[in-house]
């Protein structure tokens, strides 16, 4: 693809297959929908005008959250449709891997063969020598689990650890929930850590910049001078990587300055004098070297956000992606929220909990299929974000919320170890890999590796638009459908309690597919019971999902048309009406039971990046500057939007961002091809020579290919898919690793820069080499990933014992608190005897499980609708009316009426009629006719009489007969 910007106009580039007239959109035949972006997580909201079953014209939806805007990716998705370069049939593999040689093939008839040679795999060497790549799928997660599930293997994965997943976990060990639900118009201070809703997010930005005008103190939290950094009341240009001293600083900060909200400490927190004693060593002045800022700007951060009460903090990707450092980051900004109070308050960072009443994406996903030996074979030495961790943070969900989070996301085999599996067989052979929505040679760390794990794979499915460097090397190609062709739901990866929704505009065109359409027919093809894939649409079960709220809409289209966005009543400061937190404990916990548990410091314990000062000096004299990375940049997301001729004219070039005191230093000027070289390779990008960073950084931008490209030339480099991707230079090396999360290092690397001469501007065969380690000079296989260590030694952890003996048959025991769950439903064995159901907060008896209803003081099996005394003997009706059997009344019987054993009272000769106690009239259970109870006269509502149903006449309420 030729880029030139000397083209006719810029209107032909972004548009070349548009008239000049304007689309009628008020034509007949013309329909409205209401769809989504599918193009990043925001999912904004669409307008598409379809007409004999194509789009039209597309425009964004005023009347929805982003109110009306669209990026230039959202308006790309007319184009995105009707692209010459989409995939748009099965495609199989007839020449050699990477050859680029297809056959078109059957949709149906590719699911089969691939069900036939994951079934034979399976056979052979376990399901779990079949692996899954997700990638940002943004809806229908839940049915690639589902399919995972079934067919037995733990191995599925997404880049995930890298953006959000390991900061959500390390927030719901302190507080039982992510609280990342922040409540800005309330707010009296923010920090943006980590993120730039500048450039990322307009809508967002829009709403900052109001707030600040009125009185909101905007706290930036990043190395680069951004768009957002420049309207910050307070920018901390911190060096790349050092998230976690800047935030155990502020922390000491405010705790030894008196600023902590010691009230909120001492009712609903614990551990906090541990939490004293731990930060003692954390003083600015010990964070200021690491950091590169002043003491005192970490001071009058902490201070403003303290005192500015209440506040929040706007969660970003970067404690994601710091390598080793990760989750101590995460840890830590917990930890500041919990000790300033700003924990699920107005105005504060809210928790919303999973959604209880509707079904979360956990509930779809069929976790109860995959045996508990096979999740002991999940690929992930990292227990947070994988099985040990998960198992523990999702029992202590059920208990005290009633429902729990998915485990696509948050429950994941490690990417980069999958990959090393595939090279390596350690710690056994994955043979098979599904890629959906992802190209890993470009999302994921040390992409040499995972270039080389993708070609030595033995058979790889993948299912994307376009040819990417993955797919190349693919045995089957799916074709996937696109945002105008798919139905869309938000819920936010079932993390919380909010829904909102998008129709598809279009069906698929050509061969195209869902995703969810995609795993139903692969699973069934390999033989999963089709009870367990009812929905043939994703319509079918989002109506499911939503069912629940009990909207006034009977499918899912109409929820779209009339509703589109369902947000509960806010609930916010829970915790009192709860009377605690989620957590095993109930409390806040400043020293962590879970993190202790597994192995884990309780408190953030400081380690540097992978690569500093401190730790590795002798790298300083070859790699003197500091590379920062992993952060998105528009008009692209992820890897995305290459091929797009207008997208690709606004960004036609991978740049890097130097300062201009730097790049003269290194002969370096605006628009030069330079390297940027870590021990692990090299990349070239060309320099945009800027203020916006410290002359001791620089900043790369993620995920560039040249698709433009005949992939097939130069397999060592397909589509320049190492070339100018900056995971060529990243480490996910096992000590480089986080040791909780898995995250792998994307900031705070140390690199040396440097101009392509004419003499070296060629990427070469050697460049692409790989080794594992990734961090070695030589290429190749040099150790075994589960001989090396990890960054930090697991810390032995060691039960207590349950008092009582033997922990009762049926129950399991939580030490943090000392109480006894029931198995299987989790509900809490109260000091009185009874159960009680986290979700509703009823009581249920111990024995039977049965409901206690405390308006008829009896019990009730809510499966059959049968009800108990609380002797547990079933209680009899005459219809709707309770009976007492035997010979003396529960309550006063008028004399006039007599007893019956069956237990009701009636009027003599009247057996058909029972006496209402709480009315005191005589009913008839089998039409609701109500009768006085003196002389058995029907009552007439609708006259307000009485009728002797024997003789007809009518009587007044008085008894006097009324006449004719």
């Known amino acids: 693809m030729e880029i030139s910007k000397t083209s006719t106009g810029l209107k032909d580039i972004l548009c070349p297959d548009t008239e000049s007239t304007e689309v009628d959109i008020h034509a007949d035949g013309v329909e409205m929908i209401k769809s989504l972006c599918y193009f990043c997580h925001a999912n904004c909201g669409v307008l598409a005008y379809v007409k004999d079953g194509d789009v039209i014209k597309i425009e964004g939806d005023p009347n929805y959250s982003s109110q009306g805007g669209l990026c230039c990716r959202g308006t790309s998705a007319l184009l995105h449709v009707n692209h010459p370069a989409r995939i748009n049939h099965a495609l199989k593999r007839v020449g050699e891997k990477g050859e680029g040689k297809w056959e078109q093939i059957d949709y149906d008839q590719a699911i089969q063969e691939v069900a036939d040679r994951l079934n034979q795999i399976k056979a052979e060497s376990g399901a779990e020598a079949v692996a899954s790549a997700g990638g940002t799928t943004r809806t229908d997660d839940w049915a690639r689990r589902r399919f995972l599930n079934q067919f037995g293997t733990p191995n599925g994965f997404h880049n995930a650890l890298l953006c959000w997943i390991p900061t959500f976990m390390a927030e719901t060990c302190v507080a039982g929930w992510s609280p990342f639900e922040t409540d800005l118009g309330g707010a009296k201070s923010l920090i943006l850590w980590g993120m730039n809703p500048g450039a990322s997010t307009l809508g967002g930005m829009h709403g900052y910049t109001d707030l600040q005008k009125a009185g909101l103190k905007i706290i930036m939290v990043d190395p680069r001078y951004s768009e957002t950094a420049s309207k910050a009341d307070l920018w901390l240009p911190l060096r790349p990587g050092s998230d976690a001293a800047l935030a155990l600083a502020m922390l000491h900060t405010i705790v030894y300055g008196g600023m902590a909200d010691y009230d909120f400490i ?126 523990i943070i999702s029992d202590t969900a059920r208990r005290t919320w009633g429902k729990t989070l998915p ?41 040499k590796m995972t270039l080389a794990a993708l070609k030595a794979c033995e058979f790889l499915v993948v299912v994307d638009y376009w040819m990417t460097p993955t797919a190349l090397f693919a045995d089957y190609v799916f074709p996937a459908a696109g945002a105008l062709e798919r139905p869309t739901i938000v819920t936010h990866y079932g993390a919380t309690d909010s829904l909102m929704g998008g129709r598809r505009a279009i069906q698929p065109k050509f061969d195209r597919h869902t995703d969810m359409v995609f795993w139903r027919k692969l699973g069934l093809a390999c033989g999963q019971d089709p009870a367990n894939w009812p929905w043939e649409t994703e319509e079918e079960a989002y109506y499911e999902v939503l069912k629940g709220i009990g909207l006034p809409v009977s499918n899912y289209n109409e929820f779209v048309d009339n509703v589109r966005m369902y947000y509960p009543p806010l609930h916010q400061s829970k915790f009192e009406k709860n009377g605690g937190f989620w957590t095993p404990s109930g409390k806040v916990e400043l020293n962590s039971t879970i993190m202790r548990q597994l192995g884990f410091p309780g408190m953030p314990t400081y380690i540097g990046t992978i690569e500093n000062p401190i730790d590795t000096p002798e790298l300083l004299d070859e790699y003197p500057i500091v590379l920062t990375t992993g952060g998105g940049f528009m008009p692209y997301h992820h890897s995305e939007h290459f091929q797009m001729q207008g997208i690709r004219y606004l960004y036609p070039d991978p740049y890097f961002s130097i300062n201009p005191e730097l790049a003269e230093k290194l002969d370096i000027e605006y628009g030069d091809w330079c390297w940027i070289e870590t021990r692990r390779g090299r990349i070239k990008m060309r320099a945009n020579v800027e203020p916006e960073v410290d002359p001791r950084v620089v900043f790369a931008p993620r995920g560039w290919w040249f698709p433009e490209r005949d992939g097939s030339a130069d397999l060592d480099n397909p589509f320049g898919c190492l070339e100018s991707n900056v995971n060529t230079l990243t480490s996910v090396d096992e000590e480089h690793c986080d040791p909780m999360g898995g995250s792998w290092a994307n900031r705070g690397l140390l690199c040396k820069v440097y101009k392509c001469t004419e003499l070296d501007h060629e990427f070469k065969p050697e460049d692409a080499q790989f080794s594992i380690p990734g ?106 009316y309770r009976l007492y059997p035997g010979a003396e009344a529960p309550y006063a019987v008028p004399e006039q009426l007599v007893w019956k054993e069956e237990g009701y009272a009636t009027l003599p000769g009247r057996d058909e009629l029972i006496y209402d106690s709480n009315s005191g009239w005589l009913v008839d259970p089998a039409t609701n006719v109500y009768y006085d109870a003196y002389y058995g006269w029907a009552y007439d509502p609708t006259a307000n009489c009485l009728i002797d149903m024997a003789t007809g006449k009518r009587y007044t309420m008085e008894y006097q007969e009324m006449a004719e």
Request: charged content about 25%.
């Open 775 to 880: 961090s070695v000079a030589e290429p190749g296989i040099h150790e075994m990933p589960s001989s090396r260590p990890l960054a930090r030694e697991e810390i032995p952890f060691e039960m207590p014992q349950y008092e009582g003996g033997e922990v009762p048959e049926g129950y399991d025991w939580v030490w943090q608190n000392n109480t006894l769950y029931q198995k299987g439903t989790n509900y809490k064995l109260d000091a009185s005897g009874w159960l009680i159901n986290p979700r509703n907060k009823a009581y249920y008896d111990a024995y039977t499980g049965w409901r206690y209803d405390a308006g008829e003081e009896c019990l009730v099996d809510d499966e059959t609708g049968k009800r108990y005394t609380m002797d547990r003997e079933e209680i009899k009706y005459m219809g709707a």
């Open 266 to 391: 001492g009712k609903w927190c614990d551990g906090f004098d541990d939490l004293m004693d731990h930060l003692a060593q954390y003083s600015p002045e010990w964070a200021a070297p690491i950091t590169w800022l002043e003491p005192e700007q970490i001071r009058q951060a902490a201070m403003m956000y303290a005192t500015n009460k209440p506040g929040c903090i706007q969660w970003g990707c970067t404690w994601d992606q710091i390598g080793r450092a990760s989750t101590t980051g995460s840890h830590a900004i917990a930890l500041l929220r919990a000790v300033t109070g700003n924990l699920d308050v107005p105005g504060g960072d809210g928790m919303p909990g999973p959604a209880l009443n509707f079904l979360t994406d956990e509930e779809l996903e069929l976790n109860e299929c995959l045996p508990e030996e096979q999740k002991a074979k999940q690929i992930s030495r990292y227990k947070l974000t994988s099985w040990p961790g998960y198992q």
């Open 407 to 447: 485990t696509e996301w948050f429950c994941e085999a490690h990417g980069p170890s999958v990959f090393k599996a595939i090279l390596t067989g350690d710690p056994y052979q994955v043979r098979a890999l599904i890629c959906n929505a992802t190209n890993p040679v470009n999302s994921y760390g040390d992409a």
